[in-house]
């Protein structure tokens, strides 16, 4: 469930966004955050609505500017969509790629950032609030019980914040919002319980064969719920994709 890691890390970056509103930094309306796509699969469209919708779960005003470079790991072209997502008036930068190129841009830029899979804090101090990452040991320690216990083990497995099969880096204290670490301990305890649902309605979105998305209040899409694999593939309201 590593869409649940990013919902929660959207939740600081709403608050970020908040606390820079507060300041005069940019308007409501100008609250758009960019990111970076490796490939337009399921996996990066559920993981950046997730990280979108928790990013409005706190800025209701925010949007976002989608880039894809397809590559899982261009360090040169992360960085230089980064640079054109910041020039496009993008306030914050968040990524679904594998490489430190878009935090080191943020950094030479001022602009927050939240990164994927490690900590950017030793490439990007001033900028990086946190990461959301996946753990492969909350498996692993599952495989080994069911050995242990002479159990079959589930190849197709999907384990959830609350299990620690993922998770976020290191807070940077020094420049998140005020409130960001209790917000998304409440965040988590909704996930957790099943109160907070990540693709929750309202929501409209529309898929590339023009299916759309319609849930009302009260309904919500249940990502991996028939299998390790996520499937919400919709481009939801509020999020422009650019090639």
Same mark, same amino acid.
């Given at each position: 469930?590593?869409?649940?890691?990013?919902?929660?890390?959207?939740?600081?970056?709403?608050?970020?966004?908040?606390?820079?509103?507060?300041?005069?930094? /940019?308007?409501?309306?100008?609250?758009?955050?960019?990111?970076?796509?490796?490939?337009?699969?399921?996996?990066?469209?559920?993981?950046?609505?997730?990280?979108?919708?928790?990013?409005?779960?706190?800025?209701?005003?925010?949007?976002?500017?989608?880039?894809?470079?397809?590559?899982?790991?261009?360090?040169?072209?992360?960085?230089?969509?980064?640079?054109?997502?910041?020039?496009?008036? @993008?306030?914050?930068?968040?990524?679904?790629?594998?490489?430190?190129?878009?935090?080191?841009?943020?950094?030479?830029?001022?602009?927050? @950032?939240?990164?994927?899979?490690?900590?950017?804090?030793?490439?990007? %101090?001033?900028?990086?609030?946190?990461?959301?990452?996946?753990?492969?040991?909350?498996?692993?320690?599952?495989?080994?019980? @069911?050995?242990?216990?002479?159990?079959?083990?589930?190849?197709?497995?999907?384990?959830?914040?609350?299990?620690?099969?993922?998770?976020?880096?290191?807070?940077? +204290?020094?420049?998140?919002?005020?409130?960001?670490?209790?917000?998304?301990?409440?965040?988590?305890?909704?996930?957790? +319980?099943?109160?907070?649902?990540?693709?929750?309605?309202?929501?409209?979105?529309?898929?590339?064969?023009?299916?759309?998305?319609?849930?009302?209040?009260?309904?919500?899409?249940?990502?991996?719920?028939?299998?390790?694999? %996520?499937? /919400?593939?919709?481009?939801? +309201?509020?999020?422009?994709?650019?090639?």
């Amino acid at each position: 469930h590593i869409y649940q890691g990013r919902y929660l890390a959207g939740v600081a970056a709403g608050l970020k966004m908040n606390e820079m509103i507060a300041a005069g930094k /940019f308007t409501a309306e100008e609250a758009k955050i960019g990111y970076i796509g490796a490939f337009t699969y399921a996996e990066v469209v559920s993981g950046y609505t997730s990280f979108f919708l928790g990013a409005r779960s706190m800025c209701p005003s925010a949007t976002m500017e989608v880039r894809y470079t397809n590559s899982w790991a261009d360090m040169a072209l992360e960085k230089e969509t980064a640079e054109a997502l910041i020039a496009n008036g @993008c306030v914050l930068i968040s990524q679904h790629a594998d490489t430190t190129g878009a935090p080191s841009a943020c950094e030479a830029a001022g602009v927050p @950032c939240v990164g994927y899979n490690i900590s950017m804090l030793p490439v990007a %101090p001033n900028t990086a609030l946190t990461s959301a990452a996946g753990d492969w040991g909350a498996y692993v320690t599952y495989a080994v019980k @069911c050995l242990i216990d002479g159990e079959a083990i589930d190849q197709d497995w999907c384990g959830s914040y609350a299990e620690g099969a993922c998770y976020l880096s290191p807070f940077n +204290d020094a420049i998140i919002a005020d409130g960001t670490k209790e917000a998304i301990e409440k965040a988590a305890a909704g996930l957790a +319980d099943g109160s907070v649902q990540v693709f929750a309605g309202p929501l409209h979105g529309k898929d590339a064969d023009g299916n759309e998305l319609n849930l009302a209040e009260g309904e919500y899409y249940k990502e991996n719920e028939k299998g390790s694999s %996520p499937t /919400f593939t919709y481009i939801v +309201d509020g999020v422009t994709v650019l090639s």
